[in-house]
């Protein structure tokens, strides 16, 4: 089965000749296009203070004259351990004026995990946040360490190598090409050492500009609020997507601001995990509950209204004159109280990374929030898949980027193909010829079904659980079932080689087991009840504490690391077996 994405266009016109697509272009057009108009918002003393297209694009210039004053050069590799801040960004863009490539680190990266990633890719040099980062990379004997303290003499350089040779910038920017390295990007894994993604100029160009394609998915107004890392594809995209189209982004360093952040950015684009859709709706669903009297009467009529609104516009269908005036009525007394939660401005939240559960989406939206997934891996420079606002289908990623296109192997592995598609892993030949047939299409690893064009993904082909009995189960589906539940924080589902399913859960914030017990084994049986008898859950453990990143039980974007969290509790597992 094969689908391709229509080749429609939306977006600003911008140049895609043979050799010009490179994220220098990019950049150079993105500050032509706007200079007046605001690129990125940053928090100073509790303001949010603008910096335009044209102030960014000079401190992007100066900061490339200084890379190249520092001898950095076309092909040398300069890491990035930083959180989400805009120093992140003009300095990525300024790598790409002179032909760097990028090796970005997440921030709370181990110094181990940190050394992994700029010896592997060779790095020359490293910029840090600041000395407590700067600390992980001492010992490595880099030629250059900067930090961000460092922005101001490393722009002063710049400014007296422009007055020396004020076109040499322009000529390091001409001199590359499409097929040129860009940025790696180390995949986090759930299991073994990170692979180093080469992702060429044209992978990401084409990756943008698929996107900007994409029918009100991102407008040049927009407001954007960005707390993801950008050490991964996801939040790395919507930087280089914001040069595409236009629009502003806040930056959040801290994803525990994020709260903070939302009612005073307003943002009218949220791009997020789904971990914190996943809170959001916690929260909700837990102050509905404690409302009694009137208010608990008005609440679930206005989701009766909201549930119905819902149906008929995933149908694509308008809502009738009656039921339309109810919605407006629900949105001012109840949605709209929500909606602050998320700035009041909100258009469309975007979940990526992990699997959101379709429940939480549809409760969403039946508070008049749509929240749109889409799908892909690093391996296609971010997205194969998005669903768009004006159709969509709950449960799935959502139909083709235009110029992807998409087919189902005959044992399900969904298999892309396409400009996004990257150059392959980096001192890794052997796995490059494994995901990259001859035949061009990009092996995902995946499993999943297209059903009139929309991909639903099922599950990973190594995570498939095969019981002792020979029966294929989906664990990502009975985990995302489990997580509905306002006390589940995370659960793992086993069973691979076993005699039956069982399942490992632990508990949201502030919850004991004791006070969890009697709901967990409701939940667990509300999940069986529709199940064949060899998928069901027919034990389980609620764990002491939550899976954590910090014991590299989870990734970065909050996926869980299934062999190490296996082993951290084998002995829990075991028991379950016994």
Same mark, same amino acid.
């Given at each position: 089965?094969?689908?391709?994405?229509?080749?429609?266009?939306? !977006?600003?016109?911008?140049?895609?000749?043979?050799?010009?697509?490179?994220?220098?272009?990019?950049?150079?057009?993105?500050?032509?296009?706007?200079?007046?108009?605001?690129?990125?918002?940053?928090?100073?003393?509790?303001?949010?203070?603008?910096?335009?297209?044209?102030?960014?694009?000079?401190?992007?210039?100066?900061?490339?004259?200084?890379?190249?004053?520092?001898?950095?050069?076309?092909?040398?590799?300069?890491?990035?351990?930083?959180?989400?801040?805009?120093?992140?960004?003009?300095?990525?863009?300024?790598?790409?004026?002179?032909?760097?490539?990028?090796?970005?680190?997440?921030?709370?990266?181990?110094?181990?995990?940190?050394?992994?990633?700029?010896?592997?890719?060779?790095?020359?040099?490293?910029?840090?946040?600041?000395?407590?980062?700067?600390?992980?990379?001492?010992?490595?004997?880099?030629?250059?360490?900067?930090?961000?303290?460092?922005?101001?003499?490393?722009?002063?350089?710049?400014?007296?190598?422009?007055?020396?040779?004020?076109?040499?910038?322009?000529?390091?920017?001409?001199?590359?090409? %499409?097929?040129?390295?860009?940025?790696?990007?180390?995949?986090?894994?759930?299991?073994?050492?990170?692979?180093?993604?080469?992702?060429?100029?044209?992978?990401?160009?084409?990756?943008?500009?698929?996107?900007?394609?994409?029918?009100?998915?991102?407008?040049?107004?927009?407001?954007?609020?960005?707390?993801?890392?950008?050490?991964?594809?996801?939040?790395? /995209?919507?930087?280089?997507?914001?040069?595409?189209?236009?629009?502003?982004?806040?930056? /959040?360093?801290?994803?525990?601001?994020?709260?903070?952040?939302?009612?005073? +950015?307003?943002?009218?684009?949220?791009?997020?995990?789904?971990?914190?859709?996943?809170?959001?709706?916690?929260?909700?669903?837990?102050?509905?509950?404690? %409302?009694?009297?009137?208010?608990?009467?008005?609440?679930?009529?206005?989701?009766?209204?909201?549930?119905?609104?819902?149906?008929?516009?995933?149908?694509?269908?308008?809502?009738?004159?009656?039921?339309?005036?109810?919605?407006?009525?629900?949105?001012?007394?109840?949605?709209?109280?929500?909606?602050?939660?998320?700035?009041?401005?909100?258009?469309?939240?975007?979940?990526?990374?992990?699997?959101?559960?379709?429940?939480?989406?549809?409760?969403?939206?039946?508070?008049?929030? $749509?929240?749109?997934?889409?799908?892909?891996?690093?391996?296609?420079?971010?997205?194969?898949?998005?669903?768009?606002?004006?159709?969509?289908?709950?449960?799935?990623?959502?139909?083709?980027?235009?110029?992807?296109?998409?087919?189902?192997?005959?044992?399900?592995? +969904?298999?892309?193909?396409?400009?996004?598609?990257?150059?392959?892993?980096?001192?890794?030949?052997?796995?490059?010829?494994?995901? $990259?047939?001859?035949?061009?299409?990009?092996?995902?690893?995946? +499993?999943?079904?297209?059903?009139?064009?929309?991909?639903?993904?099922?599950?990973?082909?190594?995570?498939?659980?095969?019981?002792? !009995?020979?029966?294929?189960?989906?664990?990502?589906?009975?985990?995302?079932?489990?997580?509905?539940?306002?006390?589940?924080?995370?659960?793992?589902? +086993?069973?691979?080689?076993?005699?039956?399913?069982?399942?490992?859960?632990?508990?949201?914030?502030?919850?004991?087991?004791?006070?969890?017990?009697? %709901?967990?084994?409701?939940?667990?049986?509300?999940?069986?009840?529709?199940?064949?008898?060899?998928?069901?859950?027919?034990?389980?453990?609620?764990?002491?504490?939550?899976?954590?990143?910090?014991?590299?039980?989870?990734?970065?974007?909050?996926?869980?690391?299934?062999?190490? /969290?296996?082993?951290?509790?084998?002995?829990?597992?075991?028991? $379950?077996?016994?």
């Amino acid at each position: 089965m094969r689908q391709t994405a229509p080749d429609y266009d939306l !977006g600003v016109a911008i140049t895609t000749a043979t050799g010009t697509r490179t994220i220098a272009r990019l950049w150079q057009d993105a500050v032509a296009r706007h200079p007046d108009e605001p690129a990125y918002l940053t928090e100073q003393n509790g303001e949010w203070q603008p910096l335009t297209w044209a102030e960014a694009g000079r401190i992007v210039d100066e900061l490339a004259h200084g890379l190249l004053s520092l001898g950095v050069r076309k092909g040398d590799a300069f890491a990035i351990l930083a959180s989400t801040r805009v120093e992140w960004v003009l300095f990525d863009f300024a790598l790409a004026l002179v032909g760097g490539v990028t090796a970005p680190v997440y921030m709370n990266s181990s110094a181990r995990d940190a050394a992994y990633v700029i010896e592997h890719s060779e790095a020359i040099g490293v910029l840090c946040e600041d000395d407590e980062q700067r600390r992980k990379v001492d010992a490595l004997g880099l030629e250059h360490v900067l930090t961000f303290a460092d922005f101001d003499d490393l722009r002063a350089r710049g400014r007296e190598h422009a007055q020396a040779d004020p076109d040499a910038v322009d000529r390091s920017a001409a001199q590359i090409g %499409e097929d040129d390295l860009y940025t790696f990007i180390y995949t986090s894994g759930t299991t073994g050492p990170p692979k180093g993604c080469m992702i060429l100029h044209r992978n990401y160009f084409a990756m943008v500009d698929a996107a900007s394609r994409v029918d009100h998915f991102t407008l040049e107004r927009d407001v954007m609020l960005l707390f993801l890392p950008l050490a991964h594809n996801f939040g790395r /995209c919507m930087t280089l997507l914001g040069a595409r189209m236009g629009y502003t982004i806040a930056f /959040c360093p801290d994803p525990y601001a994020v709260a903070d952040a939302l009612p005073a +950015v307003q943002p009218t684009v949220f791009p997020s995990v789904p971990r914190l859709f996943e809170k959001v709706h916690t929260g909700i669903t837990t102050k509905f509950a404690e %409302e009694t009297g009137l208010k608990r009467a008005l609440i679930q009529w206005a989701l009766r209204v909201g549930r119905r609104a819902s149906a008929l516009r995933q149908a694509g269908e308008d809502l009738p004159r009656g039921l339309a005036l109810q919605h407006r009525l629900a949105d001012r007394l109840v949605y709209s109280k929500v909606k602050e939660r998320l700035g009041g401005r909100l258009r469309i939240g975007v979940s990526g990374g992990a699997p959101l559960a379709k429940e939480i989406i549809e409760f969403f939206h039946s508070l008049d929030i $749509l929240i749109v997934e889409g799908y892909g891996l690093t391996e296609c420079t971010t997205a194969a898949t998005v669903n768009r606002m004006s159709s969509f289908r709950f449960g799935t990623v959502g139909p083709a980027l235009p110029g992807i296109e998409l087919r189902i192997a005959d044992d399900g592995e +969904v298999l892309i193909r396409g400009d996004t598609v990257f150059g392959g892993y980096f001192k890794d030949e052997r796995a490059t010829q494994e995901v $990259l047939g001859a035949d061009g299409w990009l092996r995902s690893g995946d +499993v999943g079904h297209l059903d009139d064009g929309f991909l639903t993904i099922t599950d990973r082909k190594k995570d498939i659980l095969v019981t002792a !009995g020979g029966k294929n189960v989906a664990p990502q589906n009975l985990e995302n079932a489990l997580k509905t539940h306002p006390l589940v924080s995370q659960a793992l589902v +086993v069973g691979d080689r076993r005699p039956y399913v069982a399942a490992l859960i632990t508990l949201a914030e502030e919850t004991t087991p004791d006070d969890a017990r009697f %709901e967990i084994e409701r939940l667990v049986e509300d999940v069986n009840r529709d199940l064949s008898r060899f998928e069901q859950i027919k034990r389980y453990a609620i764990l002491p504490r939550d899976f954590s990143e910090e014991e590299g039980e989870v990734t970065p974007t909050l996926k869980l690391k299934r062999r190490v /969290c296996q082993e951290h509790f084998a002995a829990e597992i075991e028991a $379950l077996y016994s």
